[in-house]
């Protein structure tokens, strides 16, 4: 006999009460949980975020979207206020090339922002989007959808027989990063932002649109605007931002690096527009705060753009994106130039001055240069015996000292100063008219690829010794009269180079035969007659010697002779 215990009318309810909700939280348990697991969501600091999702996708695959998983919203735990210059960056991984996401931001479920889809490729992809003005962040919801022939295939194929679900797509993880706007193409997947459109803009040319390009970021360095491209070509890239600026791709790093700065009034531009070759093969444009490490990195054209050193600042500077080692400044006037560098010029190219440290009073009538160069070897030279004689130096020389110590041009070290081998400055001054500041930048930069290219340099000293001195006469002639030192060949050889490549070859024997002869003629007439000999014999060669000098350089850095950068303003029809 089986005895049985009998249970209390209101005991046998409060269990049936307690049974069902065990087996409720089992089947919630098993359909879904509102804390979210599979992924993370990191704020600028980088600190994971505690957040929730609002659908009941299962747990451990909160993150994962497919048939009858097309919608889910996650929502921090707390709002976030979120620095000005960051973005949202949804790090996904598409099965699906067909797939459309749609995102939308929010400090509430019921103030969401507008909805921003995208065309997602397979594969990796990051999507950068812009924050609601004015709104602390909470929300984050994500739909996708693929066209209805892609979706119902896929379905019927499950409906065969496949009884795991079929994923779609899924979020990687969640970031508040520094701004990005654009779009790139990288080994490790794509990036993309929102307030970007790219379309034909007619016969092998794209058009890209970038909105509020250079919206304030908060980063410590100015955002770059960034080209890569995958061919050479000789037709421009050309880019629309209050001034038309002409790019050439034909870096040998197939990439073209702007700084804002280049731009007129960045800050305030609404859009960016880039038109781009077909045959360039453009992979990505985005505007982007570079790491310091790479920071003022660009195309010396870049000198010649924008609005120069700003309001109570001396000068402006970037490093050149093909040789970094060489840093190129931009003065804001002749005076603050020569505050900077006059004194170096003669301790390094004036004859009677050289290796010894001019004074003011012996400098002062006497002119400098208009635009400068120097390798660093000359400029720990420079300090170091300034510091060894105790030699006041004015306080711009200075501040360039401390500069050059900052950048790693020059370093400290027992009894004087060392130096980066491949270290170069070079100079120009705002104060120069535009067509002089292009050649002198053209100038200086081929004295900067001498310093800082041992191939280089023995291309041009061997120019230079295969002369015979018949043919170096008026050369030493014309740079004895321009105050040079024309006992080092060195010298010689980097100023030959240098002329002969600041202006494209076909101008170079108009150049020395009309031009410089004039300015020699106008304090020597007692020299017409030996130069008129001299022309009759030689004049040919200097459009030689300058196509020589053109081949090697198109042939290495994807310029030559007469422009020796990529960047340009567009000349009016």
Known sequence: MISRTRIPKNAAFSLLVFLFIVNLITLLG??????????????????????????????GRENRFGPGREVNSYRLAEALSVPQGFMLAAEIETANKDLVLGFSL?????????????????????????????????????????????A??????????E??????????????????????????????????SMEKAGSGTSLITIQRP????????????????????????VIEAGTKILAKPMSANREILIPAGAFHQAESLTSLRITAPEAAQLVSAYIESPPSSQAHRTDPGALLLGDGPGQGQEYSWYRWDLLPSVIMFDFSSYEVQDAYLKRLAFFVEKQGFVGRLATNQEMAPLHGWNAHDYRAEDLARFFALAEKQDFALNPQELRLRDFLLDQGLISKRAGGYGFARDGVIISISRESPDYLRRTFLTHELSHAIFFADPRYRKVCTDLWKAMEAEEKWFWKLYFGWMNYNTASSYLMANEVQAYLVQQAPRRAEEYFTKTLVDRLMENHPELEKPIAEYMEKFSARFETRARELDSWLRSSYGFGAGLAYFLRIAVSD
């Open 30 to 59: 098993s359909c879904g949980s509102k804390t979210v697991t599979s992924f993370t969501w990191a704020s600028p600091e980088g600190k994971s975020l505690a957040f929730t999702q609002s659908e009941d996708f299962p747990e």
């Open 106 to 150: 929010g400090s509430e479920t019921k103030k969401m922002g507008k909805e921003v889809r995208f065309a997602a490729p397979k594969g990796k992809t990051r999507l950068y989007l812009s924050l609601p003005a004015g709104q602390s962040l909470k929300v984050m919801r994500l739909s996708i959808s693929v066209p209805a022939e892609a």
């Open 152 to 161: 119902s295939g896929q379905v019927a194929e499950s409906q065969a027989g």
């Open 163 to 196: 009884r795991e679900f079929e994923e779609w797509t899924r979020i990687e993880n969640l970031a508040l990063l520094p701004a990005f706007r654009g779009f790139e193409a990288g080994k490790e997947g794509y990036r993309i932002s929102d307030g970007i």
């Open 214 to 237: 250079f919206a304030p970021t908060g980063a410590p360095e100015s955002p770059v605007l960034v080209l890569r491209y995958s061919q050479r070509t000789e037709t421009d890239i």
